[in-house]
């Protein structure tokens, strides 16, 4: 028949539900059918666990609250919303069958999808109104309703006086995208009114004012890409470990570089400047001048305390990676100082989910990386159980970059203990995380320890087979740089070699090529910092524990830096 289609497909029963599956397009997603009270219902492709997900984010206040105003728009003995939120809120999983065998009868079920988007309109209404006087940008949005709904009413002079409180708040915590905002409807005003009563002079300020707030969001967002683009590149290249890397990461920042010292700097723009510098230096492997960034912006949080107060993510960043490089360069007490800054401002407050998913992911990792670092097995081993029950409270919250990393500190933690197939369950973790395929330094140094576990356990067969692979991953990504080259001859010659001082000589070797590199050139001895090879070389050596060469080697170095 001309114009028609013909569609093929099989129906698939659960629980009297449906599904449609299209055969014509086997890659497509199901249709969900429902038959419930003679009737057919057409649900969502996939069930939808938002309202489900946001109930279980409430905390007590927030849910107490929701109920609060829910009550006032009780129709009849109960409300139908707070039933339905109730009974979604003590479920240990989303089970939308059960919800409709439980409210079996019910009006609400005929057009649950409907029910369902407003009930969870409500919630996010409630939270508006919870923390509409906690946050600067809903009052300030708030400022901006009421002076249009008293424009629209023609009480313009009260209007005005709106516009000018917000004013007043958008340039005390630097919003210049809601200065904007104010100034086009200043401009609205004035051409309501009649431009006889508006002075040349305010005409004149609204138009220099809206060019200088352009101008500094156009700034702004020159910034924020030159910051992405070099996020972008760290997380997936890594650090800069050869001339290319350099002009890449030079090509980078040189369209903002010139322009700092003509720029008038307002806090966001001071904030990222710093930033966008102290990841350049760190990239480049210049860690003094990284750690002189960080301090400038450690100074402008504690002298600006509105601004630590409205993006404290932004301060625990700036310090944990302080922490880091401080330790790194040898400075141990001002490591631990920050490390305790660190502390107080995650304890002073007061943690809603993505703070509390943020100190989770920055605190522990720097707390994983200083116990490694100063070879305290015992105090790192005692993280571990919280890294997990971190993992199991957030998920895929975290971000994955930072829960490879953890991962991989875990990993190094196990094999430190001797405890290798505990280390390959974490490296694991790592291998099997697909959104992590572009981020080429954790999975490098994964594989590199994934070969050092399979030295440790003595398993010849399986260690040349992972060899290859390895070899095939890193020649795919031009990623054989000094110490990873260095790195996969040293296991070649071991993986053909059985003669025991054959293999003595080849550690030998392979530590003089690392000693070597750690004092000629820095940006590939920060390789070293994930895995501590010369220690692991000294602890082949002399049969010694690993943690204790990791430790002598520590100290040593705080010594030499102090």
Same mark, same amino acid.
């Given at each position: 028949?001309?114009?028609?289609?013909?569609?093929?497909?099989?129906?698939?029963?659960?629980?009297?539900?449906?599904?449609?599956?299209?055969?014509?397009?086997?890659?497509?997603?199901?249709?969900?059918?429902?038959?419930?009270?003679?009737?057919?219902?057409?649900?969502?492709?996939?069930?939808?666990?938002?309202?489900?997900?946001?109930?279980?984010?409430?905390?007590?206040?927030?849910?107490?609250?929701?109920?609060?105003?829910?009550?006032?728009?009780?129709?009849?003995?109960?409300?139908?919303?707070?039933?339905?939120?109730?009974?979604?809120?003590?479920?240990?999983?989303?089970?939308?069958?059960?919800?409709?065998?439980?409210?079996?009868?019910?009006?609400?079920?005929?057009?649950?999808?409907?029910?369902?988007?407003?009930? $969870?309109?409500?919630?996010?209404?409630?939270?508006?109104?919870?923390?509409?006087?906690?946050?600067?940008?809903?009052?300030?949005?708030?400022?901006?309703?009421?002076?249009?709904?008293?424009?629209?009413?023609?009480?313009?002079?009260?209007?005005?006086?709106?516009?000018?409180?917000?004013?007043?708040?958008?340039?005390?915590?630097?919003?210049?995208?809601?200065?904007?905002?104010?100034?086009?409807?200043?401009?609205?005003?004035?051409?309501?009114?009649?431009?006889?009563?508006?002075?040349?002079?305010?005409?004149?300020?609204?138009?220099?004012?809206?060019?200088?707030?352009?101008?500094?969001?156009?700034?702004?967002?020159?910034?924020?890409?030159?910051?992405?683009?070099?996020?972008?590149?760290?997380?997936?290249?890594?650090?800069?470990?050869?001339?290319?890397?350099?002009?890449?990461?030079?090509?980078?920042?040189?369209?903002?570089?010139?322009?700092?010292?003509?720029?008038?700097?307002?806090?966001?723009?001071?904030?990222?400047?710093?930033?966008?510098?102290?990841? $350049?230096?760190?990239?480049?492997?210049?860690?003094?001048?990284?750690? $002189?960034?960080?301090?400038?912006?450690?100074?402008?949080?504690?002298?600006?305390?509105?601004?630590?107060?409205?993006?404290?993510?932004?301060?625990?960043?700036?310090?944990?990676?302080?922490?880091?490089?401080?330790?790194?360069?040898?400075?141990?007490?001002?490591?631990?100082?920050?490390?305790?800054?660190?502390?107080?401002?995650?304890?002073?407050?007061?943690?809603?989910?993505?703070?509390?998913?943020?100190?989770?992911?920055?605190?522990?990792?720097?707390?994983?990386?200083?116990?490694?670092?100063?070879?305290?097995?015992?105090?790192?081993?005692?993280?571990?159980?919280?890294?997990?029950?971190?993992?199991?409270?957030?998920?895929?919250?975290?971000?994955?970059?930072?829960?490879?990393?953890?991962?991989?500190?875990?990993?190094?933690?196990?094999?430190?203990?001797?405890?290798?197939?505990?280390?390959?369950?974490?490296?694991?973790?790592?291998?099997?995380?697909?959104?992590?395929?572009?981020?080429?330094?954790?999975?490098?140094?994964?594989?590199?320890?994934?070969?050092?576990?399979?030295?440790?356990?003595?398993?010849?067969?399986?260690?040349?087979?992972?060899?290859?692979?390895?070899?095939?991953?890193?020649?795919?990504?031009?990623?054989?740089?000094?110490?990873?080259?260095?790195?996969?001859?040293?296991?070649?010659?071991?993986?053909?070699?059985?003669?025991?001082?054959?293999?003595?000589?080849?550690?030998?070797?392979?530590?003089?090529?690392?000693?070597?590199?750690?004092?000629?050139?820095?940006?590939?001895?920060?390789?070293?910092? $994930?895995?501590?090879?010369?220690?692991?070389?000294?602890?082949?050596?002399?049969?010694?524990?690993?943690?204790?060469?990791?430790?002598?080697?520590?100290?040593?170095?705080?010594?030499?830096?102090?």
């Amino acid at each position: 028949m001309k114009g028609s289609v013909r569609v093929l497909f099989y129906f698939h029963s659960i629980n009297n539900q449906y599904s449609l599956h299209f055969i014509s397009d086997p890659c497509s997603d199901p249709l969900y059918i429902r038959y419930q009270n003679n009737k057919i219902l057409i649900l969502a492709s996939k069930v939808n666990n938002a309202l489900y997900d946001l109930i279980q984010s409430l905390s007590k206040s927030e849910k107490r609250y929701f109920k609060v105003l829910s009550s006032r728009h009780t129709i009849g003995e109960e409300n139908t919303y707070v039933r339905l939120f109730d009974y979604i809120d003590q479920m240990s999983h989303y089970d939308e069958d059960q919800l409709f065998r439980d409210f079996n009868g019910e009006a609400f079920l005929n057009r649950f999808s409907i029910t369902k988007k407003r009930l $969870y309109d409500n919630i996010l209404n409630a939270l508006d109104a919870y923390y509409s006087d906690q946050s600067e940008n809903a009052q300030l949005f708030k400022m901006l309703h009421a002076s249009e709904i008293l424009f629209n009413k023609s009480l313009y002079d009260q209007a005005r006086r709106q516009l000018i409180s917000a004013e007043k708040l958008a340039k005390k915590s630097s919003n210049e995208f809601l200065l904007v905002l104010i100034n086009e409807q200043k401009k609205r005003l004035i051409e309501t009114v009649g431009y006889a009563t508006t002075e040349l002079s305010e005409i004149e300020e609204i138009v220099k004012t809206t060019d200088e707030v352009l101008s500094q969001v156009a700034f702004y967002n020159k910034l924020w890409n030159v910051k992405s683009e070099l996020f972008k590149r760290l997380l997936t290249k890594g650090l800069a470990r050869s001339k290319q890397d350099i002009e890449a990461y030079e090509a980078i920042c040189s369209p903002v570089f010139d322009e700092f010292k003509i720029q008038s700097l307002n806090n966001n723009v001071v904030y990222l400047i710093n930033h966008i510098r102290s990841i $350049y230096h760190y990239a480049l492997g210049e860690l003094d001048q990284s750690l $002189y960034y960080l301090r400038k912006n450690i100074e402008f949080y504690t002298s600006n305390t509105e601004f630590q107060k409205r993006e404290p993510e932004k301060y625990i960043s700036v310090l944990t990676n302080a922490v880091y490089i401080a330790d790194r360069l040898g400075k141990h007490t001002e490591a631990l100082k920050l490390l305790g800054a660190l502390k107080r401002v995650a304890l002073e407050q007061e943690l809603n989910e993505n703070l509390r998913i943020k100190v989770f992911s920055t605190y522990q990792s720097i707390q994983l990386s200083l116990e490694l670092r100063m070879g305290n097995l015992i105090g790192a081993e005692k993280l571990i159980p919280e890294i997990e029950n971190g993992f199991s409270e957030f998920g895929d919250k975290i971000n994955p970059t930072r829960k490879a990393f953890l991962a991989y500190k875990v990993a190094v933690i196990h094999l430190t203990a001797g405890k290798y197939s505990e280390s390959m369950k974490w490296l694991n973790k790592i291998f099997n995380e697909l959104s992590l395929d572009s981020n080429e330094d954790i999975i490098a140094y994964a594989h590199l320890l994934e070969l050092i576990i399979y030295i440790e356990q003595g398993k010849e067969e399986l260690l040349k087979y992972k060899l290859k692979n390895t070899e095939r991953y890193f020649k795919k990504r031009q990623r054989l740089y000094t110490t990873e080259k260095i790195m996969i001859d040293f296991i070649q010659s071991w993986s053909k070699s059985e003669d025991h001082f054959d293999r003595i000589d080849l550690i030998d070797k392979l530590s003089s090529s690392l000693k070597e590199i750690d004092i000629n050139n820095p940006r590939e001895s920060l390789v070293m910092d $994930y895995f501590d090879l010369i220690s692991w070389c000294e602890s082949k050596k002399n049969g010694r524990l690993l943690s204790d060469c990791i430790r002598e080697r520590y100290n040593a170095h705080v010594r030499n830096a102090s």
